[in-house]
């Protein structure tokens, strides 16, 4: 049942092991940043519920 999905995007990773100061899902690849490549497809999937997990 796709109304029972709930999407969970772990988002926490620094990103030092790519020698940058960026958190790792900023990073672009084709022109989109990783973050938002990973929401269109759960979204394309029929996900409604998506909750993203980030470190501050």
């Known amino acids: ?7 969970i995007v772990l988002a926490a990773g620094k990103g030092t092991r790519m020698k940058t100061n960026k958190a790792k899902v900023v990073h672009k690849i084709y022109g989109k ?3 938002t490549r990973v929401v269109e497809v759960a979204v394309k999937a029929g996900i409604e519920d998506i909750v993203t ?3 501050t």
Do not use: C
């Open 33 to 35: 940043e990783m973050i």
């Open 53 to 55: 997990v980030v470190r």
């Open 1 to 7: 049942m796709m109304e029972d999905l709930i999407a």
